[in-house]
């Protein structure tokens, strides 16, 4: 058999265990359906950036760091400054993970943490405008160092985790001067993102990634305080009533870890 | 999205091309314009024009993608250097266009009967000629059609649009405008019949209560997108009204 079929019939046996499991009310490390795996923070990782914080959920651990350049602004926006997200899936973190252009699972996590992050308005770009054509970029880079599943929930966590890092640069004849800083972001939001998937009739919360490999189903739903400020449906469909329970689900979870973030 | 905005979103009432909210843009939809695809339509979503081919089911290629269960689906969409009113874009893929072919195929996986065609591939491409905001409910919108136009059987007609806030205000159909100085934009694809929910993305900031009320905002204008739909389709067999095909 050849390795595509073998995963195909792993995939059948895997989503038959994972699913009798949930219908009996188990999940396969033991978990209630609404509970995440341990959450761990470490902030200001990275002593070259303005800001950087290691999170970990289970054993999925995601680096965020983020570092300012002088840029130029958009031409729709000239007195707003820049920010950017990025996102690295490290082969190390995975045997799944390849080297080279970044492929399109990269790129939705990189735009949804850029969507959690940007809605929420934890960081008031025009407060980054230099002078004229000249602002401040937040240069923000998701590597996933290790993927043990649900790195949407990891990377968001230790993106505002980072921002909660940030040190503000200080600025003199228009430019940056390293290793000097005039403040800290301070922000007065903390956005947090729920994953839920469903697998035969149940959602869960913070799937591994034995479930995500057999998952029918999966929204992300990032929130603030008061606010849904980004979602992102991945495979499958749902209907309304499951959309705004998730949301429920979303806003319980988002201010438990917000707890953790703070303590 | 930037929250606070500087553009008055809602005058008197009216939305800047003279819409209520819950008014959709003029929509009009063509079959079968590309003879040498399985399927295509094209659709004028107010200012957007979005062309949608479609190959297949033919033989997966490269063979090791192929699953000996079901059909793989592939989307491209893709928008036009020349599609935006300012700059002149980069030709091909960009990240955004990745995201939005991603999160398309997503939509279609739901709907299309892929086990009938095992080993096999299905091929959807999507070209933004015109861009003027919503070009991702557009993309979906008439990729159905095309879909059907190529006689692939789908569970379900899908249909989209976004809703969102401006202006303080829900409103359904934002224009550029409307995206780009809005506080939020919600699209959103679901099946004809039942009303499930096969794409949901969201920015900007909203209640569990504004979303709630989008909900059901989005199920009314989804079903008159449904019914054009249904309509270009019928009229392209009948061969009542058959034009030219008009860009």
Redesign the interface.
């Known amino acids: 058999m ?1 390795d ?2 073998k995963q ?1 019939v792993m995939s059948h046996i895997r989503k038959d265990l994972v699913k009798n499991l949930l219908d009996d009310g188990k999940r396969l490390d033991g978990r209630k359906f609404g509970e995440y795996r341990p959450v761990e923070i470490h902030k200001g990782v990275i002593g070259t950036a303005e800001g950087s914080a290691l999170a970990k959920i289970g054993e999925t651990m995601v680096l965020v760091s983020a570092k300012f350049d002088v840029a130029t602004p958009f ?3 000239p007195t ?1 400054g820049v920010f950017m997200m990025n996102s690295e899936l490290l082969p190390t973190a995975s045997p799944r993970f390849e080297t080279g252009p ?1 492929r ?1 699972e990269s ?2 996590l ?2 949804t943490v850029d ?1 959690a992050i ?4 934890v960081i008031d770009v025009k407060s980054f405008f230099i002078e004229e054509d000249k602002v401040l970029g937040l240069f923000m880079d998701i590597y996933v160092l290790n993927h043990s599943g649900n790195y949407v929930d990891t990377a968001t966590l230790a993106a505002t985790a980072a921002l909660t890092d940030l040190k503000l640069p200080k600025i003199e004849n228009a430019a940056i001067v390293r290793g000097e800083y005039s403040g800290k972001l301070e922000p007065k939001v903390l956005p947090i993102s729920t994953t839920l998937i469903k697998i035969g009739n149940h959602w869960i919360v913070d799937p591994t990634l034995t479930e995500e490999q057999v998952t029918e189903t999966r ?1 992300n739903i990032a929130t ?1 305080e ?15 009533d499951e ?2 329970a998730n ?2 689900i979303a ?1 319980k979870k988002g201010s438990d870890i917000r707890k953790i973030l703070l303590s | 999205m930037g929250g606070a905005t500087d553009i008055q979103l809602i005058v008197d009432g009216k939305r800047l091309d003279g819409r209520t909210a819950e008014q959709l843009r003029n929509i009009k939809i063509q079959v079968g314009m590309i003879p040498e695809a399985e399927g295509s339509a094209f659709i004028e979503w107010g200012g957007n024009k979005v062309l949608c081919g479609v190959h297949g089911p033919r033989q997966c290629l490269p063979k090791h993608m192929a699953n000996p269960y079901k059909a793989v689906i592939k989307c491209r969409y893709m928008m036009s250097p020349f599609a935006s009113l300012e700059e002149h874009g980069r030709s091909g893929p960009s990240r955004r266009s990745t995201e939005l072919s991603k999160v398309i195929k997503e939509v279609y996986e739901n709907v299309i009967m892929t086990e009938q065609f095992p080993n096999t591939q299905i091929e959807m491409y999507i070209d933004v000629l015109q861009a003027d905001g919503g070009t991702r409910t557009a993309s979906i919108a008439v990729a159905a059609v095309a879909l059907a136009n190529a006689g692939i059987p789908m569970k379900d007609m899908v249909s989209a649009v976004a809703v969102g806030k401006g202006g303080d205000q829900l409103i359904v159909d934002l224009g550029k405008i409307e995206d780009n100085f809005g506080q939020s934009d919600v699209p959103l694809a679901m099946s004809a019949r039942n009303k499930d929910l096969l794409l949901v993305q969201m920015d900007g900031l909203l209640t569990r209560e504004e979303i709630e009320k989008m909900l059901e905002m989005a199920e009314k204008s989804a079903d008159e997108v449904h019914k054009l739909q249904v309509k270009a389709l019928k009229d392209h067999y009948t061969g009542e009204k058959e034009e030219e095909f008009k860009l």
Do not use: W, Y
Request: glycine share 8%.
């Open positions: 050849g595509e079929a195909l031409p729709d926006r707003e970044p399109e790129i939705e990189a735009r969507r940007r809605s929420s308005e929204i603030t008061e606010h849904v400020c980004s979602m992102q449906k991945g495979e499958g469909s749902l209907n309304k959309l705004l949301i429920d806003f």
